[in-house]
Every structure is written in structure tokens, then in C-alpha cells.
């Protein structure tokens, strides 16, 4: 959608590859939210328990995150 506006052309007149640079950020963006995430976690390799807990809520906040983007993108993809 973005690759068809007429402002988009107007400010990027040479760059027609917006749907790469598009997955590309989206690749970084969750790679680094992933990483964050498994931080907090990864100083917990003491005790079993704490280890199960850290990762539960690793695994989560990725459901979380996952439902939330799936609930407020769904729309503007199937478009």
C-alpha cells in the first residue's frame, strides 16, 4: 500500500524496494525484542524453578506480543 501513494514516490523517488525494507526491520525489530526478553531471563541459571519461571514468561510475552500485533496488523495485511 505504502509502495503506491503518491507522497511515498514524491519523498523516495528511487526507492522501489519498500516491501524489503519492510521485512527486513520487521526481522531486526523481533530479533532484538527476542534478545531483551531472553536477558532478563538468562541470568537465572542458578536454580531449576527460576529457570522454568524465566522461560514461561519469555514464552509468554512472545504469545502476548504475537496476539497483539495479530490483533492490530491483521486488517491491514488481508488488505
Same mark, same amino acid.
Given at each position: 500500500m505504502l509502495s503506491t501513494m503518491k507522497a511515498y514516490w514524491k519523498c523516495c523517488?528511487?526507492?522501489? &524496494?519498500?516491501?524489503?525494507?519492510? =521485512? @527486513?526491520? /520487521?526481522?531486526?525489530?523481533?530479533?532484538?525484542l527476542? &534478545?531483551?526478553?531472553?536477558?532478563? =531471563? @538468562?541470568? /537465572?541459571?542458578?536454580?531449576?524453578?527460576?529457570r522454568i519461571k524465566g522461560l514461561v514468561k519469555l514464552t509468554t510475552s512472545i504469545i502476548v506480543d504475537l496476539q497483539?500485533?495479530?490483533?492490530?496488523?491483521?486488517?491491514v495485511f488481508e488488505r
Open positions: 523517488p528511487f526507492n522501489k &524496494e519498500i516491501r524489503g525494507e519492510v =521485512i @527486513a526491520s /520487521l526481522k531486526k525489530g523481533t530479533l532484538e527476542y &534478545e531483551e526478553n531472553h536477558k532478563q =531471563i @538468562a541470568g /537465572l541459571r542458578g536454580d531449576p524453578d527460576l497483539t500485533g495479530f490483533n492490530y496488523y491483521n486488517t
